[in-house]
């Protein structure tokens, strides 16, 4: 795609570095038969390839952004689906990071869209903030019809829809701290703690440290670790965001340095696919463009990290039906599509494929909270396709996609280290049906 940015308008590096991406755009338009948005509504400005004319127009004409392009800017999931079809390479990422943080930067949303975002930046990275907000959030459930009344309210409808009826405990095995492997040694490795799954699922993490230590890899939870800052990011905000990429970084290269790591675990692929991009995040930044690139060159979501050991023979082999859903920050964002299959499948899981596995299930990080509608069609949309394997229970890597999947499921949805630890020898995962297991035998 031509482009016609002036030089003063080059000088800038992120200006820079978004003439590059679209210059790679050859507007084929392939991308736009896999978008969600496009896919669900039907208008080429909520494809790819209409968003990134209209993200080019506002750069080019350095002018603040308007009504226009944060409507259609903000019904893109960020799913990066677009980024898996496209034949050219165009960093599709990068570009709408971009339009966001400029969004930020020049315009001015109606009042309450600022507060529920500026509520949503306060609260959903702090685990202390989120465990009371969720409290509060019992209280307002009756109210849910009446917010969803309300076209400004109706956000905060879908906030308290999303908030579970019990809040489990907090995880003494989060607290900074080693966790010893058993038996040899095999490796040594530190876990991001996080912040939303860390609330609504401690067990995540609590099942991942307990299955690799049994499998001899030491565990560390560094002190000092936090959001990984995807949910501020997607909002456009910039500065938060790199505060915490900056805070987690520091973590982890003191763990590198105080006795070496061999990968940065994560088990929430939305987090994953922001870590693996910290060292371009923090490129500019002279005191942390190194630091930052080793630990993304270090990130593992949980499944490329168990499909490159050893690992033993499995304790039983369940056989049951598991319909594997691939989150889009897993698939997209990291292009880890075989691994978790593989794992599932050697563990004794037989594994279906929902159709449509690309199309995002409209949970997008605060996508489901700011955009109910479209996500709802996309979660119906999703579990229709996901009933339709006939599997006993749902597999995926992302909190953000068990709760929303959740949601209107009739079937279990865990996360597949849950799955996979209860094959190698742990319990049999919350939620699970002892049906699931008669059906099995
Ligand atoms: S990120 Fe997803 S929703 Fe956004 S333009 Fe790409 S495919 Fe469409
Ligand atoms: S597929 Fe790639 S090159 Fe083609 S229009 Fe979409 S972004 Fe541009």
């Known amino acids: 795609m031509q482009t016609n940015f002036s030089s003063a308008q080059l000088a800038d590096p992120h200006v820079a570095e978004s003439e590059k991406i679209l210059r790679k755009c050859v507007h084929c338009g392939f991308c736009t038969a896999t978008c969600p948005t496009y896919v669900t509504l039907g208008n080429e400005l909520d494809s790819p390839r209409g968003r990134i004319y ?66 949503l930046a ?21 109210f849910i019809g009446l917010f969803e009344k309300v076209p400004a309210l109706k956000p905060l409808g879908a906030m308290l829809k999303l908030a579970p009826a019990s809040i489990p405990a907090v ?111 923090l490129r500019l930044d002279p005191a942390y463009a190194d630091k930052a690139a080793r630990v993304s060159s270090l990130a593992r979501d949980i499944t490329e990290y168990l499909a490159a050991i050893d690992l033993p023979e499995p304790v039983h082999k369940l056989g049951i039906i598991v319909a594997y859903h691939s989150a889009c920050s897993m698939q997209h ?40 509608e ?7 949309r999703k579990v229709k396709n996901i009933e339709a394997t006939g599997a006993e229970i749902v597999a995926t890597g992302n909190i953000g996609c068990i709760t929303q999947i959740a949601s209107a499921a009739k079937l279990p949805v865990v996360h597949t280290i849950k799955l996979l630890d209860w094959a190698y020898g742990g319990p049999k995962p919350e939620g699970v049906r002892d049906e699931s297991l008669i059906a099995a035998e």
């Open 122 to 142: 306060f609260v959903l990275p702090y685990p202390q903030r989120f465990r009371a907000a969720l409290k509060l959030a019992k209280l307002g459930k009756p």
């Open 171 to 281: 995880s003494p095995m989060a607290s900074p701290g080693v966790h010893a492997g058993q038996g040899t040694k095999k490796g040594r490795v530190a876990i991001l703690t996080g912040c939303a799954q860390s609330v609504l699922d401690p067990a995540i993490n609590d099942t991942t440290i307990s299955l690799l230590t049994r499998l001899g890899v030491e565990v560390v939870v560094p002190p000092g670790e936090g959001c990984c800052g995807a949910l501020v990011h997607h909002m456009g905000r910039e500065e938060a965001a790199l505060a915490s990429a900056r805070q987690n970084v520091d973590a982890w290269t003191r763990a590198i340095d105080q006795g070496g790591l061999d990968a940065i675990i994560i088990t929430a692929s939305g987090c994953g696919t922001t870590i693996k991009d910290y060292g371009f995040m």
């Open 374 to 380: 479209i996500s709802a069609r996309l979660r119906d």
């Open 333 to 372: 964002g990291q292009k880890i599509t075989r691994q978790p299959k593989e794992l599932l499948a050697r563990a004794g899981f037989i594994v279906r494929e929902p159709r449509e596995g690309h199309l995002c299930c409209g949970s997008a990080g605060t996508y489901n909270i700011l955009q109910p």
């Open 54 to 119: 209209l993200i080019k127009d506002m750069l080019e004409n350095g002018r603040p952004a308007d009504k226009e392009i944060v409507t259609h800017i903000d019904r893109c999931l960020s799913c990066l689906a677009c980024m898996t079809t496209c034949p050219s390479g165009v960093n599709y990422m990068h570009l709408v990071d971009h339009a966001r943080a400029h969004i930020q930067e020049t315009y001015k949303r109606p009042l309450l869209d600022r507060l529920t975002r500026a509520m």
